[in-house]
């Protein structure tokens, strides 16, 4: 190109002391050819991650720090892009980790195809056994790994993609991020984005670090309101709906269905009913084979957490998706 474009890289953070400085300094560290900003939208956070931000902030003067005072992401999103000066917006989290060369691979791409949003891979990274189960689960079939973002796969039209590098002419077309949307923000972005005759574009070219949850407690927390979130999805655009997502709440009725009815059976002396145990024993038995075949190159304390971190990433899922939103 003869001319790159000034980008402004948009992160919305909450306690994130332990990954914050490791993301804007790959950011920085980016050596993109043209002018360069980082906009961190920062939310009252319980731990260091506000004086963590303020150093790095004094540190280096491409870095600006703006308040998300409600403490959500679609929020902070859009005060971030607010603030922007640029008209390139690169979308980061406090949780990722941009690879070498990846603000510029995008930039290219956005030229090349002519996307309103360009995109790729969510290479999820453990540092410790359970992590690196979360990130099997997330990259695997047996986890969530359908999706292209997740396990990778040819360059082309996409319904969304993992963060994004957007034109801020089509957030402007769109009216940017739906604040009511807590999670799945990117989906619905990227939807809207399609419906006014925009193109999301998959490359395997750009790849983004992620770093999962290190307990069951927060990988569970994550997951029911993911799954709480996609319902709401559904609710406003019924027409996406897929057996992919609606796979995890049938698993959730059928394990608890078939739990009751194995249990009335023990105390009823009903042997039929005993049979609705085939459902919660086939699912583990399901679940600890895959395990074996797909965390098969995982150390071993690792391949012992996948089962479990799978099954409760279903579970959790499944129960929130249920249960739905309380409040809209």
Not at 239 to 265: D, F, M, N, Q
């Amino acid at each position: 190109m003869s001319q790159w474009p000034p980008v402004s890289v948009v992160m919305p953070v909450l306690n994130e002391e332990e990954h914050l400085a490791e993301a804007v300094g790959r950011v920085l560290d980016q050596d993109y050819p043209g002018e360069l900003e980082v906009v961190v939208a920062l939310a009252p956070s319980k731990d260091r991650t506000e004086q963590i931000a303020a150093e790095l902030a004094e540190s280096d003067p491409r870095i600006v720090i703006v308040p998300n005072p409600t403490s959500k992401t679609p929020a902070g999103l859009n005060v971030a892009i607010a603030k922007a000066r640029y008209d390139v917006i690169v979308r980061v989290d406090g949780h990722g980790v941009l690879t070498s060369g990846y603000i510029t691979r995008a930039v290219e791409l956005l030229e090349e195809t002519g996307a309103d949003n360009v995109g790729g891979v969510m290479a999820a990274e453990g540092r410790g056994p359970f992590e690196q189960a979360v990130a099997c689960a997330y990259r695997s079939r047996l986890g969530l790994g359908a999706s292209t973002f997740h396990q990778g796969g040819s360059a082309g039209p996409a319904d969304t993609v993992y963060l994004g590098v957007f034109r801020r002419a089509a957030l402007d077309r769109v009216g940017g991020f739906d604040e009511s949307m807590h999670r799945a923000q990117d989906w619905e972005l990227n939807y809207r984005i399609r419906k006014t005759g925009g193109l999301i574009w998959f490359s395997p070219d750009l790849s983004v670090t992620y770093r999962p949850r290190s307990s069951v407690r927060s990988v569970g927390r994550q997951f029911f309101h993911t799954g709480q979130w996609r319902r709401e999805v559904i609710r406003r655009h019924p027409e996406t709906a897929s057996k992919r997502y609606l796979a995890p709440p049938l698993a959730v009725c059928a394990i608890v269905l078939g739990t009751l009815l194995g249990v009335l059976g023990l105390a009823t002396g009903w042997p039929v009913l005993l049979l609705g145990f085939l459902a919660p024993v086939g699912y583990a038995l399901a679940i600890i084979a895959g395990s074996l075949i797909e965390g098969r190159y995982l150390p071993v304390r690792a391949q012992l957490w996948l089962p479990v971190v799978c099954a409760t990433m279903h579970m959790t899922w499944g129960t929130g998706f249920l249960t739905g939103l309380h409040e809209r």
